[in-house]
């Protein structure tokens, strides 16, 4: 996983905590399903703003 200019190995049982407004991503390099899971720290989906 990408966090701004960091890169992180993840694994079953892994978190990794993004700030507002950095880039991020993730890719599967191995060979098993990814399953992401992801929470807001707001009320509600609506309240989510995504910037591209």
């Known amino acids: 996983m990408t966090v701004g ?3 992180h190995v993840v694994q079953a ?3 990794i905590y ?3 407004h950095v ?4 890719r599967n390099i191995g060979p098993d399903l990814l ?3 992801y929470v807001f720290a707001v ?3 609506g309240e ?4 591209f």
Not at 23 to 26: E, K, M, P, T
Request: glycine letters at 8%; one cysteine or more.
């Open 5 to 7: 200019d960091a890169e």
């Open 13 to 15: 049982d892994s978190a």
């Open 18 to 20: 993004v700030p507002c």
């Open 23 to 26: 880039l991020h991503g993730i």
């Open 35 to 37: 399953r992401l899971f």
């Open 43 to 45: 009320d509600g989906f």
């Open 48 to 51: 989510v703003k995504y910037i």
